[in-house]
């Protein structure tokens, strides 16, 4: 059994590690000739994972060509905004290759889901595709903390070969049939957590911060729901698991850059402080369209977008949510059934 990884950043090595310890075979593909040595040499990724400690069946490859050689199993861990760049080399798989993509965006400027702009791109992907995500900080993951993440495809067996391959007792693996609502759950969470950042770095309470996320996951599932998610989606693994653990964790990249926009550095600062891809920032813009698109109020990513802009302050921010209009609490969702049925044998 053998996997690749594109991309060795956190996220990417913390799974590589995961199929490591259950027997594949795994090369990761890392841009960094000095990422790939540290992997190989002193089985460190201190670029991304500092003081994680990785298995001897993870190593690195600099060539994407040379790490795909072989594959049964392909993880797409590159931040979303270098998903195009690997197209050629995911056309280029054989069809009895699985895809498994961790990438928590969008793809802009056509701001589509990771899995919509595939299956655009190279027709019939569909058929063995799987989507990973939930509350799994790559920091813990490494370290075989007790996590639990959800895959979901259109295919119950893919969706079950995925679920095989990452399955540890520190790794437990759901499946899902929601494509739709486990991409967007994933995705839209980095807003709220960049809201909790913001909130924190503002020196505001709990009550804050329990306040934007609550209200928060009201807005992800309206969304959700008008891109036909189900709504129940967002009260599992991928919608409130998720957010809980980004809005609250030092591991989150996006909670870090709010607390940093909230001490008044420019965006272009907070993101060369980061050092990483901050999803949040590209799913926010991402969002606000769709929601215009849709005709869906989104007012937390309306004002989180304004702030990223330089449009407003972020204690502007927090003014313009809490002066709104009164409302009624219990938005009207369509409710889909409890389980959606996987369209592919």
């Excluded at 699985?98 to 595939?118: C, E, I, M, T, Y």
């Excluded at 909230?262 to 402080?273: C, F, I, Q």
Aim: glycine residues 10%; negative net charge.
């Amino acid at each position: 059994m053998k996997a690749c990884i594109l991309g060795a950043g956190s996220w990417g090595t913390a799974l590589g590690s995961v199929l490591a310890w259950n027997g594949w075979d795994v090369s990761i593909w890392a841009r960094r000739s000095e990422v790939a040595e540290d992997i190989n040499l002193r089985r460190r990724n201190d670029r991304y994972l500092p003081g994680a400690v990785l298995p001897d069946g993870l190593k690195a490859v600099v060539g994407a060509r040379e790490a795909l050689a072989g594959a049964n199993l392909v993880v797409l861990a590159v931040p979303s905004a270098a998903v195009a760049e690997v197209l050629p080399l995911l056309r280029k798989l054989d069809d009895h290759v699985l895809v498994v993509h961790a990438v928590k965006g969008f793809v802009r400027p056509d701001n589509l889901r990771v899995s919509a702009w595939l299956e655009r791109e190279i027709p019939g992907i569909e058929r063995r595709l799987a989507v990973i995500s939930g509350p799994s900080h790559a920091e813990e993951v490494v370290r075989q903390m007790p996590t639990t993440v959800v895959v979901a495809s259109a295919s119950k067996r893919v969706a079950e070969s995925a679920q095989d391959a990452f399955m540890t007792d520190r790794f437990r693996v759901y499946t899902q049939a929601d494509v739709i609502g486990v991409e967007l759950g994933g995705a839209l969470k980095n807003i709220i957590a960049l809201g909790a950042g913001l909130a924190e770095g503002l020196g505001l309470g709990d009550n804050t911060r329990a306040a934007l996320m609550t209200r928060g996951l009201a807005e992800i599932t309206r969304l959700g729901v008008a891109l036909g998610a189900s709504p129940l989606t967002f009260s599992g693994l991928a919608g409130i698991g998720d957010l809980i653990v980004t809005c609250t964790s030092e591991h989150s990249r996006n909670h870090r850059a709010g607390r940093l926009l909230a001490k008044g550095l420019p965006l272009s600062e907070v993101l060369d402080a980061i050092g990483m891809a901050v999803e949040g920032v590209n799913v926010t813009f991402a969002a606000e369209q769709l929601a215009r698109d849709c005709g869906v109020e989104m007012p937390i990513t309306h004002a989180i977008a304004r702030v990223l802009t330089g449009d407003i302050s972020p204690s502007e921010g927090i003014e313009l949510l809490m002066t709104r209009d009164k409302n009624h609490e219990m938005e009207v969702v369509g409710v889909q059934p409890l389980t959606a049925e996987f369209r592919l044998p």
